[in-house]
C-alpha cells in the first residue's frame, strides 16, 4: 500500500514553544490531507482537512491560530503547534488520500507530542 | 451530527479462536466503510474496506460483514493471532472519515 512518513516520531518542548510536525505522501500525490488528533484510549479526532494549495478546512472547535496547517505541495503537509502548552500534549496522526473521497486513507505513524 | 460507534469497548480471545469485532454507523447515506487496526504508539493501519453495493467482502484471515438495513459492520478475524491484540476501528466516509471507539482486541496465548 501507499506510504505516508511523519515526522517527527517524538517530540518534547517547553511551554510558549511551537512545533511543526510534517506528513508526507512517499509514492503518490496526495490531493487531500488530514490530521487527527488522539488522545491516550480515545478514538481518532478529526481536527483540518487540508488541500494542496488551498486553506485548510477546520472542524469545530478546533483553533486555527493554534494549529496551523500547510499543504504547500501534493506531497507536504505540516502543522504547526503555536505556543505550545501542556493540554495541547497529545498524539497527532496525519493521513493522505490519493484521489476521490471514497478513497481509503493511509495514515502516518504519529507524533506524540509532549509540552512541559 | 453523525456517529459511528462500537458495541463493545475490549475483547478478549483466546489465541486460535475466531473474533468478531462490531461496528454500527448512523448514516444511510455512507457508502464506503474501512476497518483500520492501530498499535500502541502507531498510526492506523488499513485491513480491509467494503463499499456499499457489497455486503461481505474477504481478505487473508480478516471478512468485513456490512448489513445496511439494520447499519451494522463486523470484522472477522479467523484464527487470531497474539499479533492481532491491537484496537479495531470502523471509520465510515462521509466526505471525510470519521472513527469509531474503538475495540481494543486482546489475544490470549
Known amino acids: 500500500g501507499a506510504v505516508v512518513s511523519q515526522h517527527p516520531s517524538r517530540v518534547i518542548c517547553k511551554s510558549g514553544t511551537s512545533v511543526k510536525i510534517e506528513c508526507r505522501s512517499l509514492d503518490f500525490q496526495a490531493t487531500t490531507m488530514f490530521w487527527y488528533r488522539q488522545f491516550p484510549k480515545k478514538s481518532l479526532m478529526l481536527m483540518a482537512t487540508s488541500n494542496e494549495g488551498s486553506k485548510a478546512t477546520y472542524e469545530q472547535g478546533v483553533e486555527k491560530d493554534k494549529f496551523l496547517i500547510n499543504h504547500a505541495s501534493l506531497t507536504l503537509s505540516t502543522l504547526t503547534v503555536t505556543s505550545a502548552h501542556p493540554e495541547d500534549s497529545s498524539f497527532y496522526i496525519c493521513?493522505?488520500?490519493?484521489?476521490?473521497?471514497?478513497?481509503?486513507?493511509?495514515f502516518g505513524s504519529g507524533t506524540q507530542l509532549s509540552v512541559l | 451530527g453523525e456517529s459511528v460507534g462500537l458495541h463493545l469497548p475490549t475483547l478478549s480471545v483466546q489465541e486460535g479462536d475466531n473474533s468478531i469485532i462490531n461496528c454500527a454507523y448512523s448514516?444511510?447515506?455512507?457508502?464506503?466503510f474501512i476497518w483500520y487496526k492501530q498499535e500502541s504508539g502507531k498510526g492506523p493501519q488499513f485491513i480491509i474496506d467494503?463499499?456499499?453495493?457489497?455486503d461481505k467482502r474477504q481478505g487473508q484471515r480478516v471478512t468485513v460483514l456490512l448489513n445496511k438495513t439494520v447499519k451494522h459492520l463486523s470484522l472477522q478475524i479467523a484464527a487470531t493471532q497474539p499479533g492481532d491484540s491491537a484496537v479495531y476501528f470502523c471509520a465510515e466516509n462521509m466526505d471525510q472519515f470519521y472513527f469509531g471507539t474503538g475495540t481494543s482486541l486482546t489475544v490470549i496465548p
Open positions: 448514516n444511510s447515506a455512507s457508502d464506503y
Open positions: 467494503i463499499r456499499s453495493n457489497m
Open positions: 493521513s493522505a488520500r490519493q484521489g476521490a473521497a471514497n478513497e481509503k486513507l493511509f
